[in-house]
């Protein structure tokens, strides 16, 4: 399994913000959004094959009771299945970062799921080859629904513009049964500014429909370094 990174930080989005855990960041990816936040997991792949037993150790080291597994994608990796397992077996809470477009039969505490927008696909002129990859393969409600059954699951949407939010109603239609609880809405950005001028319109929208705004607190907290 091709890993960028393995640090202890506190969690800044979903359900478990404000939770210490340890992030592993699982390097890859089959999608190439533009707004992309580590593109060294990503359009610049980076980092080293560990197996599970490696990956495990150094986890250890940070002693710490909730593991995050990102990336990148790590459904690309079918060493996810024993490591997840391996991880609950110790007790630990585990939970999975995927866009939802890659299924492993993989066991955890919280699936959250992250589907891509249409406003996510690079640009055509200067990326033509991963524009049209990246629209084929971003949309996969059937997938997503089969990763909801692996134990509590949050739906994590990055929204970049207004126009995303006729997407959300859409997708979450497409899905079926849906907590509207368990339905994130993430404004897009890596810059404090940014994010405070998406909140202005998208948290009245999170409260008329009953969805969670989602900050991005580890911004706040730390700024768009690595290792958080």
Known sequence: MRIAEIYKSTQGEGLLTGTPSVFVRASGCNLRCWYCDTPFASWFPEGHDLGVD???????????????????E?????????????????????????????????????MSVSP???SSAPARETNHRWHHRHN????????VRQLMTRGDYQLKFVIDVEDDLPEVEQFVASIGDVDPG??????????QPELEHRAVWLKPYCQQHGYVFCPRKQIEWFGAIRGT
């Open 136 to 143: 084929e393969t971003r949309f996969r409600p059937k997938i």
């Open 54 to 72: 490696e990956i495990i150790a150094q986890i250890d080291e940070w002693e710490c009771q909730h593991v995050v597994i990102t990336g990148g």
């Open 116 to 118: 891509k927008f249409a």
């Open 74 to 110: 790590p459904m690309l990796y079918a060493e996810l299945i024993p490591l997840c397992q391996r991880l609950r077996e110790r007790g630990q809470h585990v939970t999975i970062e995927t866009a939802g477009t890659l299924y492993l039969p993989v066991e955890c505490d919280l």
């Open 182 to 191: 368990r339905v994130l809405l993430m404004p897009q950005g890596v810059e």
